[in-house]
T-cell receptor, first 118, second 116 residues
Framework: DAGVIQSPRHEVTEMGQEVTLRCKPI?????LFWYRQTMMRGLELLIY????????DSGMPEDRFSAKMPNASFSTLKIQPSEPRDSAVYFC????????????????FGQGTRLTVV | AQSVTQLGSHVSVSEGALVLLRCNYS??????LFWYVQYPNQGLQLLLK??????LVKGINGFEAEFKKSETSFHLTKPSAHMSDAAEYFC??????????????FGSGTQLTVLP
């Protein structure tokens, strides 16, 4: 498997523009996570999906952020309008559901999208 | 509720010296614990995980971690540091029961520098 694939790897945009980040999870994984990483705040969970349904979006910072998962192999994170403080690395991760013995299996991360809003 | 505390945001060791990265956790259910490594401009990569099978867990690249329930700790060690170990390391905790949160909670990370 190619792993979790994110695009683009780098995005530079002007303040006020719409930004769309894309993620293709590993086939067969039914959980998908979006994280944001900054120097100041570290790694923050923004939202996660189970079987394409958003389960917890309490980490989404503002209404300017939205995420969708139209099918099991694709998810987007959209920022509209973007602001300089949104500059960060955004990671997508996926994993299978609970193992037979219960508990979390590990999450597999994409390479991330480095977003710069100027 | 669950949380992770990594003591020391920066750790420096000499090449060949012992690596010790500290992680303490808090969890209301029996925890599942993970260490991830992040190399520059890369995503996070799993080093090892504790899932209650054995308290001493061996991972990739010579790393291991020991789960100590009495100390609520899961420290990461490696007997002899290599230059290629320089990276940022994240400890994470996840719940083990079906009713607990599905996501992992990450610590703030420890940047490991290996000096020649």
């Amino acid at each position: 498997d190619a792993g979790v694939i994110q695009s683009p790897r780098h995005e530079v945009t002007e303040m006020g523009q719409e930004v769309t980040l894309r993620c293709k999870p590993i086939s067969g994984h039914d959980y998908l996570f979006w994280y944001r990483q900054t120097m100041m705040r570290g790694l923050e969970l923004l939202i996660y999906f189970n079987n394409n349904v958003p389960i917890d979006d309490s980490g989404m910072p503002e209404d300017r952020f939205s995420a969708k998962m139209p099918n099991a192999s694709f998810s987007t994170l959209k920022i509209q309008p973007s602001e300089p403080r949104d500059s960060a690395v955004y990671f997508c991760a996926s994993r299978r559901g609970l193992s037979l013995g219960g508990g979390n299996t590990e999450a597999f991360f994409g390479q991330g999208t480095r977003l710069t809003v100027v | 509720a669950q949380s992770v505390t990594q003591l020391g945001s920066h750790v420096s060791v000499s090449e060949g010296a012992l690596v010790l990265l500290r992680c303490n956790y808090s969890s209301s259910v029996p925890p599942y614990l993970f260490w991830y490594v992040q190399y520059p401009n890369q995503g996070l990569q799993l080093l090892l995980k504790y899932t209650s099978a054995a308290t001493l867990v061996k991972g990739i690249n010579g790393f291991e971690a020991e789960f100590k329930k009495s100390e609520t700790s899961f420290h990461l060690t490696k007997p002899s540091a290599h230059m290629s170990d320089a990276a940022e390391y994240f400890c994470a905790v996840g719940g083990s029961s079906s009713g607990s949160a599905r996501q992992l909670t990450f610590g703030s990370g420890t940047q490991l520098t290996v000096l020649p």
